[in-house]
């Protein structure tokens, strides 16, 4: 292998020494050898002279803990002072591409999967380097050099130097072209139980952390967006003479997605929209509700879909069955609801623009900047602040809120941040498609499945998207065939369709994407069969699994939830499940109490097997937030279409888990040296299921529509 396939230095200058490497992907914590069709680009650091040390990141740090773990990875092979280092947002540029394709994105819970074996080799390669110029300095052997809290020391004569001192120096040296890294035993960082680093943490805690709604730069207007509610409806004329004579209204513009107010104040331009009169081509989906949607659905069910998984002979099995069981399901579609409302920050004026944009794709922000503003590459400035939650929605393929705020700040030669309200964000789309399912198990005579069939209609996700070819194939979405096709359980005969469905309703991934439908698809229907079989849902599922990593986890959260254990008291049930995705596997057992009209989430025992936990703490944070980010979806969260339009707006109709709603969460995480997978969403399947299960425990009914109303 080349050193120039291996890593690049990119900059260095007198007063700052950046080191950026091209390294090889691989998703074992332990692999570090490397194959050159393997290259991917990777992060940069930066040492002051000063001794300031900045990680520059391309991933966006949303609340997932990124920054933090991969500021790890670096600063474990470093050696630097952890509690003083800094992390700052990248510009864009292919050396941060992530191995999904040509741009940077944070998604699919996927940072770390991707980055942890580059950023250990930055960090181990820049120590070494560090090493030799201080060795040079001193006129000693590097055996004679150790690296210890951002400084170089001499062993002999105890003599110190900062790592900053040293940044003249590293010109002349040469980058490692294999820089050994550490064992994960011998790891003091990596592999241990972290709190956010605290300079992102004290920065949140006392307000000074930017996130998209804090920037604040000489000249900024704020902007307000009339849109139309009913899903594809257009502006055929608008009058807006009111608001152009009100103080403090700078400007009134027509965009591509409804009315532009700028003005000198937020309050002075959302309060502008009420007086704008505007005649509305409403469409013919004006026409349509939720009612409708189920009638359509419903009616591409009875029909034959495109094959998602075939094989065995499913109605050989279902002839000869003993038993058979049938289920709907039906899932509406979901809001993201993050916590920080949308915003996108722009300046254009003379042929440069600068962004301060909260997407989780900067390429594609970058891209759409390109095109509506009509700038060079190199005259853009991309800044990204810290985000508010995301969920998968500041990953919009449609571009929504990133467009209104290009198309607003064109040739308008001063900064203007242009925020969505609470409504828009819940109004508008992008989102959890619509799912309805039909499931069909045939049992032997011993409870055995021997055929699963399932039917599943939604909108597809991405077809006609720019992730069409990684995502939709033979009529089939990859969120729809996703946990459902590839499910775990050994079973000789399918057949499994798919139908996708057309609807001016913007749809998109969302925490988990797939698995939020097929979890529970595939986890309750099993449970079913375990009870029509008269056997325990646990040993029910390790009869039918050949993974042994399944098999540990769900032995492994059965021992924390004293499973053979448990007391039958009236009106409370436990339940199981247990679901791969995005490279992990996650078992959890909840334990709900049932009342008249209601339930109550009050234990749940998580299991996560991620491979290798590169920081326990995280990964544990990440299992309480994404089962609570679930359970939301079991009481109360849904998006429902009335005349076109979403009939939910905010947090009091568009419910989402309150603290009084949240269990008591026990996490046991699990390093079984398997490939490394995501934390950011598997813990949100298998609640999905669990809770199901356990309400059918407690009450001898299954609830397949979501959310679960009981009264």
Known sequence: MQRRDFLKTTSLVSSAFVIGFYLPTKTRASDVKAEAKALEPNAFVEIKSDNTINFIMGQVE???????????????????????????????????????????????????VAKQLEMRKIGASLNLMLIEAASKKWKVRT????????????????????????????????????????????????????????????????????????????????????????????????????????????????????????????????????????????????????????????EAMQKEGASMRKDGDSAKAFKEAANVIELDYDFPFLAHAAMEPLSFAALHKDGKATLWSSAQSQTLTFGAALQVLGVEASNITYNTPYLGGAFGRRGAINLDFILDGLYVAKDEGYPILTLWTREDDIKLGNYRPKYKNKVKLALDEHGDITAFDAKVVSQSIFKGSPFEAFGFKDGVDGAQKEGLASHPYSINSHDMQAHVMESPIPVLWWRSVGHTQSAQTVECSIDQAAHIAKKDPIEYRKSMLTNKRFINLLDDVALKADWKNRKKEENVGYGVAIVESFGSVCAQIAKVRVGKNDFKVEKVWCSIDCGFAFNPQNVENQMISSINFGIATLLSSEITIKDGAAVQSNFYDYTVTRISDAPDIEVSVINSGEKIGGIGEPGTPPILAAVPNAIFDATGKLYTSMPIKMG
């Not at 990875?73 to 630097?80: P, S, T």
């Not at 004679?144 to 002999?156: A, G, L, P, Q």
């Open 143 to 298: 055996y004679d050099v150790e690296t210890k809290n951002s400084k170089v020391i001499n062993k002999r004569t105890k003599e110190e130097l900062t790592f900053g001192d040293l940044v003249p120096l590293l010109a002349s040296i040469k980058v490692p072209s294999d820089p050994k890294i550490k064992d994960l035993k011998d790891c003091t960082i990596v592999g241990k139980p972290h709190s956010r680093h605290p300079k992102e943490a004290w920065a949140k805690v006392t307000g000074k952390a930017d996130f998209g709604l804090d920037i604040r730069v000489d000249g900024l207007k704020y902007a307000a967006v009339l849109h139309p509610t009913v899903f594809g409806a257009k502006v055929k004329s608008f009058d807006a003479s009111k608001v152009e004579k009100k103080a403090g209204v700078v400007k009134v513009k027509q965009i591509s997605s409804g009315i532009a107010v700028i003005a000198d104040t937020w309050y002075i331009a959302k309060e502008a929209l009420n007086d704008i009169t505007v005649e509305w081509d409403l469409g013919e989906f004006a026409k349509i509700s939720t009612a409708d949607m189920d009638k359509q659905y419903e």
């Open 62 to 112: 949303m609340g997932q803990g990124t920054y933090t773990t991969l500021g790890m990875c670096i600063a474990e092979e470093l050696n630097v002072n952890w509690e003083e280092i800094n992390f700052k947002g990248a510009q864009v540029a292919p050396v941060y591409n992530h191995f999904y394709g040509p741009l940077m994105i944070t998604g699919g819970s996927s940072s770390i």
